[in-house]
T-cell receptor, first 113, second 116 residues
Framework: DAGVTQSPTHLIKTRGQQVTLRCSPK?????VSWYQQALGQGPQFIFQ???????QRGNFPDRFSGHQYPNYSSELNVNALLLGDSALYLC????????????FGEGSWLTVV | AQSVAQPEDQVNVAEGNPLTVKCTYS??????LFWYVQYPNRGLQFLLK????DNLVKGSYGFEAEFNKSQTSFHLKKPSALVSDSALYFC??????????????WGAGTKLIIKP
């Protein structure tokens, strides 16, 4: 049973560039959430996707956008990268919107230089 | 306001001793409570959750947590600590946001250090 998988694991981008991070949910899960975790801090909720729609959003600017595909996989896009966007980006999946246990991937480390 | 507090930034325990990592919460209605662990440079791993029923919940790696409604606490415990338990621990509570959608509210994390 494959868990949550994310790609790439590490990447370096230049300020002002755009980045796309990818996530495949745990088998059988239909809801995907994205979190940003800065070094030494807890995860910050970015948004959640269900049925290919953004259903909830945290306090992040419009530079952060996402997509969910019919197979439940998801992408996180960040435009006009800032140095402060450097963080671990975590994808989490769950079944339904009821908030059942969410399972995390290993994350994508983004460094903006 | 919904919130989760982990009052200790760091907890130090000698190997073989019992450990407790504290968590208190504030939510409206009945809470759903979770503990996750994060090892260095890794994602978060689910340890255990409280939904309803027995106040003592058993989880992975020998951890357990006790739900105390009157004290609004959900402390994580283990009878005998291992050096390999050293990691960052996060408490989270499920908040009802809107409609049937829920969002997890996270504590700031507690660094657990187990010394040989």
């Amino acid at each position: 049973d494959a868990g949550v998988t994310q790609s790439p694991t590490h990447l370096i981008k230049t300020r002002g560039q755009q980045v796309t991070l990818r996530c495949s949910p745990k088998s059988g899960h239909d809801t995907v959430s994205w979190y940003q975790q800065a070094l030494g801090q807890g995860p910050q909720f970015i948004f959640q996707y269900y049925e290919e729609e953004e259903r909830q959003r945290g306090n992040f600017p419009d530079r952060f956008s996402g997509h969910q595909y019919p197979n439940y996989s998801s992408e996180l896009n960040v435009n006009a990268l800032l140095l402060g966007d450097s963080a671990l980006y975590l994808c989490a999946s769950s079944l339904e919107l009821s908030g059942n246990t969410i399972y995390f991937g290993e994350g994508s480390w983004l460094t903006v230089v | 306001a919904q919130s989760v507090a982990q009052p200790e930034d760091q907890v130090n325990v000698a190997e073989g001793n019992p450990l407790t990592v504290k968590c208190t919460y504030s939510v409206s209605g009945n809470p759903y409570l979770f503990w996750y662990v994060q090892y260095p440079n890794r994602g978060l791993q689910f340890l255990l959750k409280y939904i309803t029923g027995d106040n003592l919940v058993k989880g992975s790696y020998g951890f357990e947590a006790e739900f105390n409604k009157s004290q609004t606490s959900f402390h994580l415990k283990k009878p005998s600590a291992l050096v390999s338990d050293s990691a960052l621990y996060f408490c989270a509570v499920r908040e009802k946001s809107f409609g049937s959608n829920y969002q997890l509210i996270w504590g700031a994390g507690t660094k657990l250090i187990i010394k040989p």
